[in-house]
Nanobody, 124 residues
């Protein structure tokens, strides 16, 4: 069982940056694949990227490649999402998720544990 808590969201102007954090508690954080998703009002939850258990492999959605960077610190049981050059269309609730897997899943249904989300609002 893993409990996830996101933080770091807020209001930012277009072109700005944020670093979101996902703090995990529970067993064996270092063995989980961790992912980031977001959901805008009235839209489906979409995959942004994920990182494998050891932190040496990341996968990103094409829409955020080059602007979003995922990292994790297993010693601190924390995953990060660095978001830069933010656009108004990045406005959404951002969620972290975790699963035990030998591959890096990209669909929400493939993740077993979720945080409560953190709101990111980008003003133009």
């Amino acid at each position: 069982q893993v409990q996830l808590v996101e933080s770091g969201g807020g209001l930012v102007q277009a072109g700005g940056s944020l670093r979101l954090s996902c703090a995990a508690s529970g067993r064996a954080f270092g063995t989980y694949v961790m992912g980031w998703f977001r959901q805008a009002p009235g839209k489906e939850r979409t995959f942004l990227g994920a990182i494998n258990w050891s932190g040496d492999t990341t996968v990103y959605a094409d829409s955020v490649k080059g602007r979003f960077t995922i990292s994790k610190d297993n010693a601190k049981n924390t995953m990060y999402l660095q978001v830069s050059t933010l656009k108004p269309e990045d406005t959404a609730v951002y969620y972290c998720a975790a699963t035990l897997s030998l591959r890096i899943p990209t669909m929400p249904g493939e993740y077993d544990y979720w945080g409560q989300g953190t709101q990111v609002t980008v003003s133009s």
